[in-house]
């Protein structure tokens, strides 16, 4: 059995490269845990990562920069990943110098707008709500406005690239109408039970390199008895098979675990035969398994499904 050479990388529409595999830094809003991810981080790089995804929000920027630079590892072999605050998008310079000191480093080598929803910025609290628990939005913003503020950032050269999560084409459409830089990357949630074939195909036909969140679908798609079945196959994890079957598509992936020993497994990853693609393919159900737990009365992030164009 043949493995993926995780250590390469894919070329962004900036030409900038890539690593096919990163290490997310999210623990919840526990600072204590927050401050204790360096250490974890670091052993993530001594494994082998080079690209760690961070967000504003996950309040983890501090911890990544502390492991890039405890690391030892010369900084311009490490990709650092980190997103706009949720109500960010009318401050979106103060932001990222915000975001750029707590990681303390000298460029951020990609920044992402976090959601394509308006949500209304309210001092020291990151997602407001209405009286009846749905986020607060302000209709008011414009995202060609939001871009176009995401699009000056690239002249200061403290960021090499820019992009999005969480668009479909229906956002995307009103985005590039006026945009003067096309986002080098989309980040979704993708995995056998929301596979996104179309929208990899269209944010392929934009020069947009699609990838992955929440990868392996956690235990929902990893018990799935045709995951459990070609896991046995490949004699891998089911984590290690998903994996693989992303890479399979061209689609990188980040993935995340605090535990050293399954940081490497996460990196040992087997080349997926095109049968055994399509077989995980056809798990396909349009199953958001992480985006569904933060709906509220209808609606996530202040957002229905028909606004987000799913």
């Known amino acids: 059995m043949s493995f993926v050479d995780t250590t390469s990388t894919v070329k962004l529409n900036t030409g900038a490269e890539m690593p096919l595999v990163a290490t997310g830094s999210g623990v919840g809003f526990d600072p204590a845990a927050q401050a204790a991810a360096s250490q974890w981080l670091l052993t993530a790089l001594q494994a082998g990562y080079r690209h760690i995804d961070t967000a504003a929000i996950y309040g983890t920027e501090a911890s990544v920069g502390e492991a890039v630079r405890k690391s030892g590892i010369p900084r311009h072999e490490i990709f650092v990943t980190t997103k706009l605050p949720l109500n960010g998008f009318t401050r979106v310079k103060q932001s990222f110098e915000h975001s750029l000191k707590q990681l303390d480093l000298e460029y951020i080598d990609l920044y992402l707008l976090h959601s394509p929803t308006p949500i209304a910025y309210e001092d020291g609290n990151p997602v407001p709500t209405n009286p009846d628990g749905t ?72 020069g947009i390199l699609l990838y992955a969140y929440t990868p392996s679908g956690r235990e929902t798609v990893r018990n799935d008895p045709k995951v459990v079945e070609l896991a046995a196959k490949y004699n891998v994890s089911p984590t290690q098979l998903v994996l693989g079957w992303h890479l399979a598509r061209g689609v990188p992936i980040i993935t995340k675990s605090t535990n050293v020993e399954r940081q490497k497994e996460n990196l040992k990853v087997p080349v997926i035969a095109a049968e055994d693609v399509k077989q995980i393919n056809a798990l396909d159900r349009g199953d958001r398994i992480i985006s569904k737990q933060f709906w509220v009365n209808g609606t996530m992030l202040g957002w229905t499904s028909e606004q987000y164009g799913w």
């Open 135 to 206: 986020t607060r939005v302000d209709n008011t913003i414009s995202i060609n406005d939001v871009w176009a503020d995401m699009e000056a950032l690239l002249e200061t050269g403290k960021v090499k690239a820019i992009g999005v999560c969480n668009f479909s084409p229906k956002t995307f459409e009103p985005l590039l109408k006026k945009a003067k830089v096309v986002p080098a990357v989309n980040q979704v949630e993708l995995h056998p039970y929301l596979v996104q074939e179309d929208l990899r195909q269209y944010c392929k036909s934009k």
